[in-house]
Structure formats: C-alpha cells, structure tokens
Nanobody, 123 residues
Framework: QVPLVQSGGGLVQAGGSLRLSCAAS????????LGWFRQAPGKEQEFVGA????????VYSDSVEGRFTITRDNANIIMYLQMNDLKPEDTGVYYCAAGYLYGIRFSHRSEYWGQGTQVTVSS
C-alpha cells in the first residue's frame, strides 16, 4: 500500500495555477510533518516546502516563496500545495513525503513517499 497518494498536477500556461494533494493512507502519519520535493528532467531533486504536523508552521524554498502555499487537513490527513504564478522552471515531477521539521529543515522518512505527479508549465 502506497503510504502517500498524490493527485492533481497537469499542464498549465505560465502565470497559471495548480493545486496538488497528498493523502496519507495511515493515520499514524498525522503526527508527521509533510513536505514537497520536485525533480526537473536532468536535475537533482529539490526541496519545495514543508508543513509542521499540526499545520501551524510552513517553510518554503526561496524559489517558490510567495507563490506556493502549503496547507494540511489533519482530520483527513491531506496536504495541499497551492501553486500560483507558475513559471516554466517549476516544471517537474512533484513528490510528497512525511518526516520531521526542525526549524527550517525538513528531514524526510525514506519509507514515506508519494508516487509523484507531473507538473508542466508552458511558456
């Protein structure tokens, strides 16, 4: 069973918006921080942002700060990534993960990953 199930994504023009979802299949994941990573073709995986276990704090990479917003619904253990003002450089496969948030650093658990979802932003 996939611990984190992603949905959303797709193709959008530059300046547009998309929302990704990440739903946990195990209730134990409600106690973990949740985060997003992305990987563009030919590039290394990049941290996008993360949210604390209770949703009271979120951190973002400089490249998405002010454009992306992470929220979570702990009753249903779903995390959302609202992406606004998308740019072609936001293109990539987006992954969610569960782990721990220490200050501004997110440390993911290797066994808790989503299946990935493609986001393509055309210019």
């Amino acid at each position: 069973q996939v611990p984190l199930v992603q949905s959303g994504g797709g193709l959008v023009q530059a300046g547009g918006s998309l929302r990704l979802s990440c739903a946990a299949s195990e209730r134990t994941l409600s106690g973990f921080a949740l985060g997003w990573f992305r990987q563009a073709p030919g590039k290394e995986q990049e941290f996008v942002g993360a949210i604390s276990w209770n949703g009271d704090r979120a951190v973002y990479s400089d490249s998405v700060e002010g454009r992306f917003t992470i929220t979570r619904d702990n009753a249903n253990i779903i995390m959302y990534l609202q992406m606004n003002d998308l740019k072609p450089e936001d293109t990539g496969v987006y992954y969610c993960a569960a782990g721990y948030l220490y200050g501004i650093r997110f440390s993911h658990r290797s066994e808790y990953w989503g299946q990935g979802t493609q986001v393509t932003v055309s210019s």
